[in-house]
T-cell receptor
Framework: GNSVTQMEGPVTLSEEAFLTINCTYT??????LFWYVQYPGEGLQLLLK?????DKGSNKGFEATYRKETTSFHLEKGSVQVSDSAVYFC????????????FGQGTTLQVKP | DAGVIQSPRHEVTEMGQEVTLRCKPI?????LFWYRQTMMRGLELLIY????????DSGMPEDRFSAKMPNASFSTLKIQPSEPRDSAVYFC??????????????FGAGSRLTVL
């Protein structure tokens, strides 16, 4: 079945450091891929998405490229801020367009001043 | 747009009691999803509706759980009787049909349930 695997956290970085959170997936067909972010006490918010191979999603300085050959969708940011501290979830939806999302376990990011 | 609205935000109850969680999706969205979040199991899809009709309830843990969507603007998730292992954050999410952001779900703030 479809699944998503994320690197385990927590990830602790200093402000302005480079961020990478790894995400790989297993899926049949051509899934869409997403990164959601959850700030403390809040629901999940869409951060970025990519719907086909080689697409790059980007938002708020975060980027991720849909790599079909490596079945990966790693999240990167060149310079993190304290306000980026949150839990980040990688997710996929299959090609059936049901809207169902399968989430990874989430990676906690803590950015220190 | 007020987004997806869930209530209550926090619920503390005793084992055996009935719990009802409520969700109001974004107006015009025709798909609604209930997820459960725990430390051990992460985010799990419990059930989802399309045009108020339950499509897939294979994630509902057992018969103690039930969900309804009587109209396009309201859904409930009920647990009866509740057990301590049901303690979790329950999220509701909705999606619009034909939305340019295909398969993009908008989540509510969640209902944190604690069963003592």
């Amino acid at each position: 079945g479809n699944s998503v695997t994320q690197m385990e956290g927590p990830v602790t970085l200093s402000e302005e450091a480079f961020l990478t959170i790894n995400c790989t997936y297993t899926a049949t067909g051509y899934p869409s891929l997403f990164w959601y972010v959850q700030y403390p006490g809040e629901g999940l918010q869409l951060l970025l998405k990519a719907t086909k191979a080689d697409d790059k999603g980007s938002n708020k300085g975060f980027e991720a490229t849909y790599r079909k050959e490596t079945t990966s969708f790693h999240l990167e940011k060149g310079s993190v801020q304290v306000s980026d501290s949150a839990v980040y979830f990688c997710a996929l939806s299959d090609s059936s367009n049901t809207g169902k999302l399968i989430f990874g376990q989430g990676t906690t990011l803590q950015v220190k001043p | 747009d007020a987004g997806v609205i869930q209530s209550p935000r926090h619920e503390v109850t005793e084992m055996g009691q009935e719990v009802t969680l409520r969700c109001k999706p974004i107006s015009g969205h025709n798909s609604l999803f209930w997820y459960r979040q725990t430390m051990m199991r992460g985010l799990e899809l419990l059930i989802y509706f399309n045009n108020n009709v339950p499509i897939d309830d294979s994630g509902m843990p057992e018969d103690r759980f039930s969900a309804k969507m009587p109209n396009a603007s309201f859904s409930t998730l009920k647990i009866q009787p509740s057990e301590p292992r049901d303690s979790a954050v329950y999220f509701c999410a909705s999606r619009g049909q034909g939305y340019s952001g295909a398969n993009v779900l908008t989540f509510g703030a969640g209902s944190r349930l604690t069963v003592l």
